[in-house]
């Protein structure tokens, strides 16, 4: 029997079977230690050398909708908000003040949650603080949006700021799959978000689109897809909806007999990809998606496509500082995650501690099975050393049988085609592997 094509990709349920990371770092998440991270935090700040970028994260939006994975709450009480803001304020000082002078910010950004469920000012007080504290040129300066909630004070603070690069969760355009994840919004509010952003001065727009979402066939999907190209997205996001109500208790609100099953899915993230590419648009890495002349693009084209905690990225910085509950910091020898807890974040943060509570050291070996991974997901390719290869090549013989991979001496190149399978042909060198571990669908 045949296997099953769908647009450009061949359908193998087998090579989907075990579930892989998305590998916004390596090691992933899944080997964080629960640790006190403080001394190493302050040991990798004042090492830091040359540029660096700055995530801040705001755990709140005024509604939770109830797919989402995020470590965010309801943004319905001002004295915990307010109470947070002070928190990260000291937080900023602290973390500054460990930096060598030498140190600057090349890109800062805003992410949750919902930064825009605070108030306008409250940001701009944060954006004062950041200029203030760290030495920052010129910045790049993105945020993540709601926009049901964009309001005018925040288009103008918008601007005030210079905000250049925004992310609106949208997720579908459709009534019926949007009321079945808690998201309902209007395509009106959504152009009318993107319209002030323009205006606004932001000349990168992304949208935040999902498939294998209940009630989403691929019409649907379809006709979401093609909205995002009339509004002139510039970037497109297309995520597989993971469906773990037994690790998210907010999902169970969603019907779970009317997701998508996996052939399904397979088929509307292969008929998605060839639309977008049939609009033109540039395929980045296995799920993102840019215009010609977007920055993203340019990156995978030239191949300084790289790939962290926010996902694919053209930002060329070696350390990425992250601000906040939850929030990951990316240093050269570790990755430290803050204290997740919001209240226990405002106690530590509140008294000038450092809030690393999460997190792992990173060994040689992690740095050079890392760079195969990252090669491979942001270039297609990757040298693979011989000791790697001899240990792989049994994993990979499925792939190559397949046509899915192809070596070049000791280079191993993924084949067109190959995009849906991209993270489990990079899984076969992941050291940590294990069937124990929990990780999304690879499509």
């Known amino acids: 029997m045949q296997p099953e094509r769908f647009a450009d990709w061949i359908y193998h349920p087998e090579l989907l079977a075990q579930a892989v990371p998305r590998y916004t770092s390596y090691p992933t998440a899944a080997e964080f230690n629960e640790q006190d991270l403080a001394q190493d935090q302050h040991d990798a700040l004042k090492a ?15 509604e939770i909708c109830w797919y989402c994975g995020c470590n965010t709450s309801a943004a319905n009480r001002t004295a915990r908000v307010a109470s947070y803001l002070d928190a990260l304020h000291c937080e900023i000082v602290a973390v500054s003040r460990l930096l060598p002078p030498s140190v600057r910010v090349s890109r800062i950004a805003f992410g949750g949650g919902s930064p825009n469920a605070i108030q306008p000012h409250e940001l701009v007080r944060l954006v004062d603080a950041l200029l203030v504290n760290f030495r920052v040129p010129w910045p790049v300066f993105s945020i993540e949006l709601d926009p049901r909630s964009l309001t005018p004070a925040w288009l103008t603070a918008i601007r005030g700021i210079g905000i250049i690069k925004a992310s609106l969760g949208v997720q579908t355009f459709d009534p019926r799959v949007q009321a079945a994840i808690g998201r309902v919004q209007p395509r009106d509010d959504i152009a009318r978000a993107v319209d002030g952003l323009r205006t606004s001065g932001v000349d990168s727009i992304n949208f935040d689109l999902m498939y294998g979402l209940p009630f989403q066939d691929d019409a649907v999907l379809a006709q979401t897809l093609d909205e995002a190209a009339a509004l002139g997205a510039d970037r497109i996001a297309l995520f597989g909806y993971a469906h773990v109500p037994h690790m998210i208790a907010r999902q169970r ?71 906040g509950s939850t929030a990951i910091s990316q240093f050269d020898g570790a990755f430290v995650q803050n204290e997740k807890n919001t209240g226990r974040y405002r106690m530590l943060a509140s008294a000038g501690v450092l809030t690393g509570r999460r997190g792992t050291v990173r060994s040689n070996e992690d740095h050079r099975r890392g760079g195969v991974i990252e090669a491979l997901l942001c270039r297609g390719e990757a040298q693979i050393d011989a000791d790697l ?10 792939f190559a049988a397949r046509g899915l991979i192809a070596w070049d001496n000791d280079r191993l190149i993924l084949q067109r085609g190959s995009e849906p399978y991209a993270r489990s042909i990079a899984a076969v060198f992941d050291a940590y592997r294990s069937g124990e571990r929990r990780f999304s669908s690879a499509v």
């Open 389 to 398: 290869r001899t240990a792989a090549l049994a994993r990979l013989a499925p």
């Open 253 to 323: 609100r969603i019907d779970a007999s009317e997701l998508p099953d996996q052939r399904a899915r397979f088929r509307m993230a292969a008929h998605g990809h060839a639309r977008l590419v049939d609009a033109g648009y540039q395929p980045v890495g296995f799920d993102h998606f840019g215009k010609p002349g977007d920055g993203l693009a340019q990156a995978a084209l030239a191949g300084t496509l790289r790939r962290n905690f926010q996902g694919f990225t053209d930002d060329q910085a070696p350390v990425l500082l992250g601000l």
């Open 48 to 62: 830091v050398r040359g540029d660096v970028s700055l995530y801040l994260h705001i755990p709140f939006c005024h």
